[in-house]
C-alpha cells in the first residue's frame, strides 16, 4: 500500500502554496494546478528563507501578492444597430411570414421553393437600400434603384421577364409592410415597376407554342433504344433508356413536368381500375387531375411498380434519390436543383432532332394539351389539371367520359396504339338500377 506524499509547504487554491509559521499564513507562489513540480519547488525554497528570517527575529509580511483584476468586457450585442423599420429587418419577417404560410398549408398556398425565390429576388433590394428605414425610400430612390437593376438587363445578366419578378416581389413586400402597419404610405411609382407594355403583352401573345409532331415524338420515343444511341451515352441507362423512354409516355398521358413524375406515388396510380388511371392532386394549381393510362404507360409501369408499397415513389435514380433533387439551405429551398429527367431529355433532342433544337420536357405536355384543344375545346383544362375559371363549372362536374375519349383519340394520334391494336375502346359506365 502506497503512503501518501507529505509536502514541505501546503496547497490552497486558488492563492497557491502557502505555510503557516509561528501563527503568520505566508503566501508563497501563486499557481493554478498543484502537478507544477517548478512552482512547489520555488515554493519551498522561498519558504526556507522566510524561516530563516523569521528565526533570527527579522520581520517578515504575509507576502500576499494582489493579482490584478481582470478587466471586464462588455458584450457587444450582435444587433446593436437592430430596427424593425428597417429594410433588412422588414425583408427577413416578410420571407418568414411566407415560410410559415408555406409549412402551416403544407405548400398548399405557397411552396417553399417560391419562399427561397422571393427571398434571392429580394436580395438586390436589401444590397440597395439594407440599412435605410423603409419609410424614408422615396419615389425617386426607387427611380435610381429601378434604373440601376435596369442596367442589368443591358448588359445582358438578366432578361427583361426576370427584372418583372424581381419587382413583382418588391410590389408585394410593400403590399405587406403597409398591411401589417410598418410603413403608413407606399410610394406612388411602385405599382409601375414590373408592368409589361402593351406591345409586349401583344408579341407574347402572338409567339407560337413550341411542340413536337407525330413524327418528332416517334423518333425520340425510338432514340431512346440502345441500337438508336451513340456509345457514349451507353453509361447512362437509367435516364437514356428505362426511365426516359417511360417518362416520355407519361408526360404525352397525363401532362406531368418532371417535377410531377418525381413527386408521383404508388398510391395515385391505380392500375386494377378498367380501364387503369391515374387520379391525383396536383399541388401547383390545387386541381384533381384524372387520366387514363395509355397500354404503353401501363407496360412499361410495370417495371417500376413491382413490389413498392403506396407511399413509394414510382420513379427513382438508380441511386434512389428522387428524379428531381432540391438543394436546401437552413431549411428553405435555395432556388438550385439536379434534375436528371430534364437534362437527359435535352441531350436526347439535340441527339435526334438536331443540336440547335431547344425544346425541353414541357413541350411534352404542350403536345398533349395543344391535341387536346384541337380535338375538343375546354378538354385542355382537364389535361392539363389548371382552374375552370368559368361561372358553370361551380354548378356542373366536369366531362371525364368525353376527355376520356380524347385521350383514346390521342394514343392512336401519337403513335402509342400501333402495336395494341388501334383505337381503345372504352368500357361503358353502368347505370345506376332503380329502386
Known amino acids: 500500500m502506497s503512503k501518501s506524499r507529505s509536502y ?162 418588391v410590389r408585394q413586400l410593400y403590399t405587406w409592410g403597409y398591411e401589417q402597419r410598418i410603413i403608413n404610405n407606399k410610394p406612388r411609382n411602385i405599382n409601375n415597376f414590373g408592368k409589361q407594355s402593351k406591345s409586349a403583352v401583344v408579341r407574347q401573345r402572338r409567339k407560337p407554342v413550341k411542340v413536337f409532331t407525330k413524327t418528332e415524338l416517334q423518333k425520340l420515343y425510338k432514340g431512346c433504344d440502345t441500337m438508336e444511341m451513340d456509345s457514349k451515352w451507353f453509361s447512362r441507362t437509367d435516364t437514356e433508356i428505362e426511365m426516359l423512354k417511360l417518362a416520355i409516355v407519361l408526360a404525352v398521358n397525363t401532362g406531368m413536368t418532371q417535377q410531377d413524375l418525381s413527386d408521383l406515388r404508388m398510391s395515385e396510380l391505380h392500375l386494377s381500375k378498367r380501364p387503369p388511371r391515374c387520379i391525383r392532386f396536383r399541388s401547383k394549381t390545387g386541381q384533381d387531375s384524372n387520366h387514363w393510362l395509355f397500354r404503353e404507360s401501363q407496360r412499361l409501369l410495370k417495371e417500376h411498380t413491382e413490389g413498392k408499397k403506396d407511399n413509394d415513389r414510382v420513379l427513382l435514380r438508380r441511386d434512389g434519390r428522387p428524379l428531381v433533387v432540391k438543394s436546401m439551405k437552413d431549411g428553405l429551398h435555395t432556388g438550385s436543383r439536379s434534375d436528371a429527367l430534364g437534362a437527359s431529355f435535352k441531350r436526347l433532342v439535340q441527339r435526334v432532332l438536331g443540336k440547335d433544337d431547344p425544346r425541353r420536357f414541357r413541350e411534352l405536355r404542350r403536345t398533349g394539351a395543344n391535341f387536346c384543344k384541337k380535338r375538343k375545346s375546354g378538354t385542355e383544362k382537364l389535361y392539363l389539371s389548371h382552374a375552370d375559371g368559368s361561372m358553370s363549372s361551380l354548378y356542373t362536374n366536369p366531362a371525364q367520359d368525353e376527355f376520356d375519349t380524347i385521350l383514346t383519340y390521342l394514343e392512336q394520334d401519337m403513335g402509342f396504339a400501333t402495336g395494341h391494336g388501334g383505337l381503345y375502346h372504352l368500357p361503358r359506365r353502368r347505370k345506376k338500377k332503380k329502386s
Open 8 to 169: 514541505k509547504v501546503n496547497w490552497n487554491p486558488p492563492n497557491g502554496w502557502v505555510k503557516q509559521y509561528k501563527g503568520k499564513k505566508y503566501y508563497l507562489v501563486s499557481v493554478k494546478l498543484k502537478s507544477d513540480r517548478d512552482a512547489y519547488n520555488r515554493a519551498v525554497k522561498k519558504f526556507e528563507e522566510i524561516k530563516k528570517q523569521v528565526d533570527a527575529g527579522e520581520y517578515v509580511g504575509s507576502t500576499k501578492t494582489i493579482l490584478p483584476e481582470k478587466k471586464k468586457t462588455k458584450k457587444v450585442r450582435k444587433n446593436k444597430y437592430y430596427n424593425p423599420r428597417r429594410v433588412s429587418t422588414i425583408v427577413n419577417k416578410f420571407v418568414k411570414t411566407k415560410y410559415n404560410e408555406a409549412i402551416s398549408s403544407n405548400g398548399e398556398d405557397v411552396s417553399l421553393g417560391r419562399v427561397q425565390n422571393i427571398k434571392n429576388r429580394l436580395q438586390h433590394f436589401v444590397d440597395y437600400f439594407g440599412d435605410r428605414l423603409m419609410s424614408s425610400i422615396t419615389e425617386a430612390d426607387l427611380q435610381r434603384w429601378a434604373n440601376k437593376n435596369g442596367k442589368r438587363v443591358g448588359t445582358g445578366e438578366i432578361q427583361p421577364s426576370t427584372l418583372r419578378q424581381d419587382f413583382r416581389c
